[in-house]
């Protein structure tokens, strides 16, 4: 595979390429912007919106996140973050929990990461590992690596591990007061810069009670910068420290294996800091200058593990200039750096053809029997890599043994983080490489994103370029189901990853109605589905639901429909959607209003293949839902506004008022009817400016309830800008609220922002239905009723009606008729609620 001359720099012949997989990209939560909270600490990268470095699901099925900054966040179900604690609040304050925390150094620097015990549940206990100034510092390393070169280089900075103890594991924010805290380990290095420091912790999630391996803290690292120039050269021949590495009696460049019980506890073998020794550790062996919590070694940057379900342990290993490598971990096993990278030998290893320059790698043509370490032991080398025309550092990956990409099944899902690329190879593939064969890996194929909108319409996008301008940062996080999540740090964004193949449910929140959908270009089979609703949004009245069975589709069974549950099963066949294909379910969707402001959108779409495989299909809602809130709607046309508690609680008001940037409200007597000129003597008018309409309720609130309207008469200059801004201030509320402004569109019957064929329907059917007013044209003679309604109608309607906001239809002449109609479905919308006085 590798034919190059030992003389000149290696690569790998070809590059990855798309082969067929393709994954749809969907966006999950925005974090928050942590960008300059750091003080004056400094910051290494000030950019990124936030740090984001890991995405973990604790036992109890909660999501977690951490911001490199300091922050550690919980999700809700929606992905909604709440923060559990900011380590670092003060900046070095009296109140950080960690003051002596570095930010910058390099790009792991701050709180890089954390993970909880098997037990979590009942024990309460999280772990976690940051970096600190050793300038900073009040405690001294448990271990300390020596400076080779010459003269005093002191230690620089501390990596350090630490326990949690939560006294309520439920709990949604740390209590300092209340938790415990103890530091497990802290090591401490003389690099100049904060390079490959501790950087993963896991438990073996294969692992159950009972096994040798359960709660065993794996920690995985890198070479602590003694390459990459962060060790300063020592000058010809050799570059950094990699005199560092390479050895057993050292902890840099290693994975650690750890009981993160103290041995006060345990009773077992102490280790460099607060934790026991697992008696099976590879280098358990009495030996003192072999540091026995060592489980492999040989890494220059062991960035993250995974485990697949039978056990195999991985480590993608981010490489220095030119391989990115996924090792399959040995216990006990050589990984190589600095002297091997990848498949190669490094420039380091002068003795077997390297030039003493670590930025070149070159072609491995050692014979086995003298490709081995200090100790005799045959070198480890990757089961798949890539090199620096394919990416720059390796992000991820997991074994996909998730349900909703079956295209993914059974593979190793990584990505490279600078450019974002995602790529997949054969776990089971993986598997079968020998370790000790430096001439055979696994193939690597580049997935294919895409998105898909509103109409099931898909795009192909590439993380950089089309949804990044530059560095994406990429990072994988997984969740207890084992699907996939990306996470990216320059935005501060996740998104998960769903199947091509996925069916989604299509909901219309204006109309109701719900439709299966098969965006993709693959037939989808299924066999079953459900929709649910723990709130009880669905429909199930006669007529309402327009079920399979009900359409004719052969050996389809319904479940007794509920307002919580919509399901239906063939036992004997199945159904296939053709790529594209939709198929309308009804008018089933009934959204529920939680509390004022509050609108609920949780339905879940479950659906069945006949080979037994449950799937958890997209819900996409469309349009306009229900407002909730307090609704201005303004006619451009007259700059008439209305004022509509649109919801269905009873809402205390204290006062409100409407804001023009432009200026565009009227101020004249006679044009704003304002609550106080209607007789609400509650309600005090302030002084009205183009730029303010207020009023204010001094001695108390004002009650408007569900659906009650007010006419404010004319309050917006027909030739004025449509910015209008409602906020008003509720009972018992510090800050006022946004409400919610909407422009009447001529000829928008529906009221739902845009002038489309809905609209003509409604126009239609109000005047009269076939042959009457609504027959506008006809094929030869604009204008002129040819008798029927029919498509020529529709074109001549849509030149003269057809437009969405902010364009105004009054430019164009109108129907006085149909006009009409306008006003009236608007009064019906108000219809019995309008319980004021009005001008």
Known sequence: MLIVAATVQAQIPGSITKQGLRVELDDFTQMPATAGTVGGKGDHSPNATARINFFRESPDGRLWVNDLRGQIYTLDEAGAPQLFVDVDAANGGPSSIFPAMTTTGGLAAGLIGFEFHPEFESNGLMYTIHGERASNANATPHFSTVDQRTGFHPVNYHTVITEWELPDPDAGVW????????????????????????????????????????????????????????????????????????????????????????????????????????????????????????????????????????????????????????????????????????????????????????????????????????????????????????????????????????????????????????????????????????????????????????????????????????????????????????????????????????????????????????????????????????????????????????????????????????????????????????????????????????????????????????????????????????LLTVDPATGVATLVNASQFDVDVEGYTIHSESGSLLTADGDWASLQDQGETEWDEAGPTPFALSELVPEGVSTLEAGEAYNLGKILSTSGALDLRLEFLREGLAASQEGVVRYLLAGDYNNNGVVDAADFTVWRDSLGGSGVLADATGPDLAGVPDGVVDTHDYDYWVTHFGNTLPALAEAVPEPATAWLVGLLTLAWATQGRDRRPTK
């Open 175 to 630: 209590n300092e007061a209340a938790g415990a805290r103890r530091e497990v380990l802290r090591v401490g290095t003389t690099a100049d810069s904060y390079f490959h420091p501790f950087g993963d912790i896991q438990f073996n999630p294969t692992s159950e009670p009972g096994d040798d391996d359960y709660g065993l803290m794996y920690v995985s690292g890198g070479d602590w910068g003694y390459i990459n120039g962060a060790g300063a050269p020592q000058g010809s021949p050799t570059e950094g420290q990699p005199g560092q590495l390479q050895r057993t009696d050292t902890l840099a460049g290693t994975m650690i294996r750890i009981d993160p019980r103290s041995p006060s506890v345990t009773g077992g073998q102490a280790g460099l800091g607060d934790y026991t020794i697992p008696s099976d550790n590879p280098f358990v062996d009495g030996d003192p200058q072999t540091f026995d919590e060592i489980f492999a070694f040989g890494f220059r940057n062991g960035h993250r593990m995974a485990w697949d379900e039978d056990g195999t342990q991985y480590v993608s290993s981010v490489g220095h200039a030119n391989i990115e490598e996924i090792e399959r971990i040995v216990p006990g096993g050589n990984y190589g750096w600095a002297l091997r990278e990848g498949t190669f030998v490094n420039g380091n290893d002068i003795a077997n053809g390297g030039n003493g320059d670590a930025d070149r790698v070159f072609a491995n043509n050692v014979p086995d029997a003298l490709d081995v370490d200090f100790r005799g032991e045959e070198f480890l080398y990757p089961v798949a890599q890539y090199d620096h025309g394919d990416g720059n550092a390796i992000a991820g990956g997991f074994v996909y043994r998730g349900s909703a990409i079956p295209q993914l099944y059974g593979k190793f899902v990584f990505g490279d983080i600078v450019n974002g690329r995602l790529f997949a190879a054969d776990a089971d593939l993986m598997k079968t490489i020998d370790l000790t064969d430096p001439t055979t890996t696994a193939d690597i194929e580049e997935i294919q994103l895409f998105v898909t909108d509103n109409q099931g319409s898909q795009t192909d996008v590439n993380l950089r370029g089309d949804i990044l301008p530059g560095r994406v940062d990429l990072r994988y996080g997984v969740d207890a189901e084992g699907e996939i999540y990306i996470l990216t740090k320059t935005d501060g964004a996740i998104r998960r990853l769903v199947g091509s193949a996925a069916l989604r449910l299509l909901v219309d929140r204006g109309a109701g109605t719900v439709s299966l959908v098969n965006g993709s270009d693959t037939p989808v089979e299924i066999d079953g589905y459900s929709l649910l609703s723990q709130l009880g949004a669905l429909d199930p009245s006669d007529g309402a639901w327009n079920s399979l069975s009900e359409q004719g589709q052969s050996g389809w069974d319904q479940a007794a429909p509920t307002a919580n549950a919509l399901s239906e099963l063939n036992p004997l066949g199945s159904l296939t959607l053709t790529g594209g294909q939709s198929i309308d379910l009804g008018a089933i969707f009934k959204p529920v209003q939680l509390a004022f402001g509050e609108n609920a959108e949780e339905l879940v779409f479950e659906y069945t293949s006949p080979n037994g495989s449950q799937f958890n299909g997209a819900v996409v809602y469309t349009g306009e839902g229900l407002t909730n809130n307090l």
